[in-house]
């Protein structure tokens, strides 16, 4: 029954933003914790940004500064709002729930739900 779906991905140039957005059914994103991952070709899934408790936050370094996670629990909604887009950042983007912290947050089997991915292409 549960099911999320990322939307907002694309093509963009290098220094373009991008706002994701991952809807979710059968699922109440305030009581869980939520992350994004990101998986380009011949690469293993990289952990990019969580939220969880409320307020906490996490992000990998590469984009700290440059990406911030989100919500709106009125729409059931969780973001990620990318700016300052480089190359690198090229990959087919996947929203998460689960139950977690701190430590856990990185891993992708701390997340019991995944979305079906959305591509982001940035050209140089």
């Known amino acids: 029954q549960v099911q999320l779906v990322e939307s907002g991905g694309g093509l963009v140039q290098a220094g373009a933003s991008l706002r994701l957005s991952c809807g979710a059914s059968?699922?109440?994103?305030?009581?869980?914790?939520v992350g994004w991952f990101r998986q380009a070709p011949g690469k293993e899934r990289e952990f990019v940004a969580a939220n969880w408790s409320g307020s906490s936050t996490r992000y990998v370094a590469s984009v700290k500064g440059r990406f911030t996670i989100s919500r709106d629990n009125a729409n059931n909604t969780v973001y990620l709002q990318m700016n300052s887009l480089k190359p690198e950042d090229s990959a087919v983007y996947y929203c998460?729930?689960?139950?977690?912290?701190?430590?856990?947050?990185?891993?992708?089997?701390?997340?019991?739900?995944w979305g079906q991915g959305t591509q982001v292409t940035v050209s140089s």
């Open positions: 998460a729930a689960g139950s977690f912290s701190f430590l856990s947050s990185i891993f992708d089997r701390s997340y019991d739900y």
């Open positions: 059968g699922l109440t994103f305030s009581r869980y914790g």
